[in-house]
């Protein structure tokens, strides 16, 4: 027969910690996390700060910028992406749209 | 005599107004160092940072374009004010940001809330 857990106590510590939508946010800090930017930029880096605007400071920050080029006689489109990298990275926070913690980054 | 409930309430409005300013105090730290100011237009704007207010304004001092054959009429200013709601990126000097004492504040920060 299975016992039960009194209802409170054996709750699974990912539930504890995590209360609203920012907390998972906050386990990620001093993690490597990737943030989708508005027009077409990524970003991959170390989390170091962010507060409630999502404003973040990133190390060894990976900033990748998606263009779309269409060829003049075929029309054809062309994903372009050019990469840089720069060691510690302020974002403001109104460019943000998403972020995903460390677990789900390539 | 101020009542304990009172100090309470006094306590958390003085912590949660200095909670909201992790950022405005990081940049004040770094007041006197070399940045570079990218703007959502893509200007990328090096300078002194001079100051700094909480809206994160930024005062910059010794300023040059990256950009300057783009963007002429940049040329002549040396000094410039940018508002904090068009900053994109800033690049920081890493051996100026203490990530550890970043990170501590960040995690306090948002569990005070």
Do not use: W
């Amino acid at each position: 027969m299975v016992t039960k857990m009194p209802e409170g106590e054996a709750e699974p510590v990912s539930l504890v910690t995590i209360k609203e939508p920012v907390d998972l946010i906050r386990l990620s800090v001093d993690e490597r996390i990737y943030v989708k930017m508005r027009h077409d930029r990524e970003l991959r880096g170390r989390l170091h700060a962010f507060d409630q605007h999502l404003n973040m400071v990133l190390g060894e920050a990976e900033e990748t910028i998606t263009t779309i080029e269409v060829d003049e006689e075929t029309f054809e489109e062309v994903y372009k992406t050019t990469k840089r990298t720069i060691p510690m990275l302020f974002v403001r926070g109104d460019g943000v749209i998403l972020v995903s913690p460390p677990s789900t980054t390539s | 005599m101020v009542p304990t409930y009172c100090k309470f309430v006094i306590f958390n409005k003085i912590v949660r107004l200095t909670s909201k300013m992790l950022f405005y105090s990081f940049f004040k730290t770094l007041v006197g160092h070399e940045i570079i100011v990218e703007l959502k237009n893509d200007i990328c704007v090096t300078g002194r940072l001079h100051s700094v207010d909480q809206f994160l304004n930024i005062k910059l001092i010794e300023v040059c374009v990256s950009d300057p054959e783009k963007y002429p009429y940049m040329n002549y200013i040396s000094e410039s004010f940018i508002r904090g709601s068009v900053v994109r990126y800033v690049q920081l000097p890493v051996n100026s940001v203490d990530s550890q004492l970043l990170q501590d504040a960040a995690r306090k920060e948002i569990t005070i809330r």
